[in-house]
């Protein structure tokens, strides 16, 4: 088959339209103002400012994350991109969002020509080469039906893609050289963002699902906006606010990035039923592995990860889980289980030494 991330692969009409999402767009480890250092020297006059009010947060554009980094660090972007607190989804990271509404959008318009078919397509390696695997299946489906499962499919298989991201980060996956994302790892708010995200994405694209990038940007704009207003968005001094309360709760201001402890509170849960974590916010988030078409989506479409050139980071596993050459979705809770059971040791350690 054509591996259409190869260098092999013809790229007559490469356009907006047919270009998966590259990388993640740059924003947030939990916090404010958040300082940096290279190894051990800290970087002056330097600071991440990641907190947003709901009408400062610019366009959605489709595949951000491919932009120069400093572009986006500096707010050079068309997208604003940052922390927001809402009282009933407690803090929205609107990357995590745009982010798998992307890849949504993206899985989409495959699911629609790959769905019943023997064919796999590999994305980028994130420590493990990430593949999206069809299954041959005969079973007829009107064109609606295919719509729908095409949705459905789209949207877990975008969240599974944002569920391996959180596992990659705490594994030591690089995206930036020298630039370790320890600190952003099972971050509290990242998988219910990305939720977010993947349920917009499937009712836009169930609206209108011929829509192209532009379109489909524009349509993100309108459901954000919406969801946001749903929620009971706050101002960014809210914002400030809240995540100042929390400074040696949920994150340290004393820590500098890449430092991992500059979040303390982390969430592993990988379930598909998500509700926010700030006390009193209860707006509950689902995605289902049945298409509201009535078909089983396992039986369709799978996420794989393929051992690569970086199993050495994985060298701390149980036997168990690190002789397996390919993971799937059941292999995401025990490695999230192991990160936890890691974590609470480092901090019962680091405790230790300060008492």
């Known amino acids: 088959m054509v591996n259409p991330f190869s260098k092999e692969y013809p790229r007559k009409k490469t356009s907006a339209e047919t270009r998966p999402p590259v990388g993640v767009r740059p924003c947030c480890a939990f916090g404010k103002d958040l ?16 907190i947003l009010g709901a009408d400062a947060i610019g366009n959605h554009r489709y595949n951000d994350g491919s932009s120069n980094v400093a572009v986006n660090l500096l707010g050079l ?4 991109n940052g922390l927001l607190f809402t009282t009933r989804g407690g803090f929205i990271d609107t990357a995590h969002v745009r982010d798998t509404a992307d890849y949504t959008y993206y899985l989409f318009q495959h699911m629609q020509q790959y769905l019943g078919t023997h064919y796999h397509m590999d994305f980028p ?36 893609l944002a569920q391996w991201h959180e596992i990659a980060q705490w594994f030591g996956m690089v995206s930036v050289s020298g630039f370790k ?14 939720m977010l995200g993947a349920q917009l ?34 101002s960014a001094a809210v914002t400030d606010e809240k995540i100042t309360a ?28 998500l509700t926010p974590h700030y006390p009193g916010a209860t707006h509950p988030l689902r995605l289902s592995t049945q298409s509201t078409s009535g078909h089983n989506i396992g039986e369709w479409v799978r996420l794989e990860l393929h051992a690569h050139d970086n199993e050495a980071a994985f060298a701390a596993l149980p036997g168990t889980l690190k002789q397996r050459s390919v993971w799937t979705v059941e292999q995401f809770q025990p490695l999230a289980d192991f990160a936890e059971q890691q974590d609470r040791q480092a901090l019962a350690e680091m405790n230790t030494q300060r008492e």
Do not use: C
């Not at 972007?77 to 604003?80: G, M, V």
């Open 35 to 50: 300082k940096a250092q290279v190894g051990t020297i800290p970087v002056p006059f330097f600071s991440v400012g990641n």
């Open 77 to 80: 972007s068309e997208e604003k």
């Open 125 to 160: 390696a994130e420590l493990r080469v990430r593949r999206i695997h069809w299954q041959a299946n005969a079973t007829p489906l009107t064109a609606e039906e295919r719509i729908h499962l095409s949705a459905d499919a789209a949207a877990l298989m975008a969240f599974r």
């Open 181 to 194: 994302e320890l600190a952003s790892a099972f971050s509290s708010e990242d998988l219910y963002s990305n």
């Open 201 to 234: 994405a499937k009712n836009v694209l169930l609206t209108h699902p011929h829509m192209n990038v532009t379109e489909f940007g524009q349509a993100m704009d309108k459901a954000l906006a919406g969801a946001l207003d749903a929620l009971d968005v706050q």
């Open 246 to 273: 929390l400074d040696g709760v949920w994150w340290d201001s004393s820590k500098r990035l890449p430092d991992k402890w500059t979040v303390i509170f982390r969430d592993y849960h990988f379930g598909l039923s």
